[in-house]
């Protein structure tokens, strides 16, 4: 089956502007997961939400935000771009969640610059 | 709160010599705890899971890792490297039955010369 879609795979944008970032879960997956990867802070967790609810959430400003829909796609949202946002986001999708060391799957990122 | 640590951001190997990556973890429950590797311009795909089944796991690709309570480790194995093992390397722990709550470590650059 498909795995996780996540689209735009690349994209600049300008200090200020804001950014939404989506991701297609496989499906059948219920919860989605976001990460922020940068050279110097590494994988960091952004949230998860599970059944269209943030079940969990990471240590980022207001400025990171995100959603899920019906269909479990979710979509992340970055708003007055810094420099430092510059970084892969990952989307990671898991099945219901209740069965032990679930295994969590990732796309292949979206690449954010910001100049 | 959990975390991992992985020692030595870059390791350098011969084909064929045998692969150590280390990770050792950090939590006040008993963890579950992963080894991912990514390729360049690639998302993270999973290598292997310990999740209390057994201490040895055995993994995608030859790797193996060995859960050690006693030491905090879970360190990544394969006897013999390939080319293609050439990768960044990813420990992860969790705590939670769901995994919702995933810490990775900084990562380990493996380059495989020939």
């Known amino acids: 089956k498909a795995g996780v879609t996540q689209t735009p795979r690349y994209l600049i944008k300008t200090r200020g502007q804001q950014v939404t970032l989506s991701c297609s879960p496989i499906?059948?997956?219920?919860?989605v997961s976001w990460y922020q990867q940068t050279p110097g802070q590494g994988l960091q967790f952004l949230f998860e939400?599970?059944?269209?609810?943030?079940?969990n959430k990471g240590n980022f400003p207001g400025r990171f935000s995100g959603r899920q829909f019906s269909n479990s796609r979710s979509e992340m949202n970055v708003s007055t771009l810094e420099l430092g946002d510059s970084a892969l986001y990952l989307c990671?999708?898991?099945?219901?969640?209740?069965?032990?060391?679930?295994?969590?799957?990732f796309g292949e990122g979206s690449w954010l610059t910001v100049v | 709160a959990q975390s991992v640590t992985q020692l030595g951001s870059h390791v350098s190997v011969s084909e064929g010599a045998l692969v150590l990556l280390r990770c050792n973890y950090s939590s006040s429950v008993p963890p579950y705890l992963f080894w991912y590797v990514q390729y360049p311009n690639q998302g993270l795909q999973l290598l292997l899971k310990?999740?209390?089944?057994?201490?040895l796991v055995k993994g995608i690709n030859g790797f193996e890792a060995e859960f050690k309570k006693s030491e905090t480790s879970f360190h990544l194995t394969k006897p013999s490297a390939h080319m293609s093992d050439a990768a960044e390397y990813f420990c992860a722990v969790s705590t939670s039955y769901n995994n919702n709550d995933m810490r990775f470590g900084a990562g380990t650059r493996l380059t495989v010369k020939p």
């Open positions: 499906s059948g997956h219920r919860s």
């Open positions: 310990y999740t209390s089944a057994a201490t």
């Open positions: 939400y599970f059944s269209e609810t943030q079940r």
């Open positions: 990671a999708s898991s099945s219901t969640g209740v069965e032990e060391g679930n295994t969590i799957y």
